[in-house]
């Protein structure tokens, strides 16, 4: 089991940049793949980026491709997710969650652990 706590989210102005990261405590980190997802209020939660257990899948939303980085180290138990270009549509509550099982994946289903989230906000 590994339980997840996302930082760095905040109010950031149209075009600026922001990382937000995820920590994950419990077992074997290195195990799991990885995914950042959002959900804008009253919208459902969507995929924004996945990343495999040793870096070697990523997957991308449309809508961020070009703008946003996953990474991860799996020494320190984190995953990162970096946003440039941020536009007013990424405002959300962006959530990390994690999958013990070897493939990547954007479907919310497949995840089994899911942080508590953190808010990002970009103005109009």
């Known amino acids: 089991q590994v339980q997840l706590a996302e930082s760095g989210g905040g109010l950031v102005q149209a075009g600026g940049s922001l990382r937000v990261s995820c920590a994950a405590s419990?077992?074997?980190?290195?195990?799991?793949?990885m995914g950042w997802f959002r959900q804008a209020p009253g919208k459902e939660r969507e995929f924004v980026a996945a990343i495999s257990r040793n870096t070697a899948s990523i997957k991308y939303a449309d809508s961020v491709k070009g703008r946003f980085t996953i990474s991860r180290d799996n020494a320190k138990n984190t995953v990162y997710l970096q946003m440039n270009s941020l536009k007013h549509e990424d405002t959300a509550v962006y959530y990390c969650?994690?999958?013990?099982?070897?493939?990547?994946?954007?479907?919310?289903?497949?995840?089994?652990?899911w942080g508590q989230g953190t808010q990002v906000t970009v103005p109009s």
């Open positions: 419990g077992r074997a980190f290195s195990m799991y793949a």
């Open positions: 969650a994690a999958h013990p099982r070897g493939w990547n994946t954007d479907r919310l289903s497949e995840y089994d652990y």
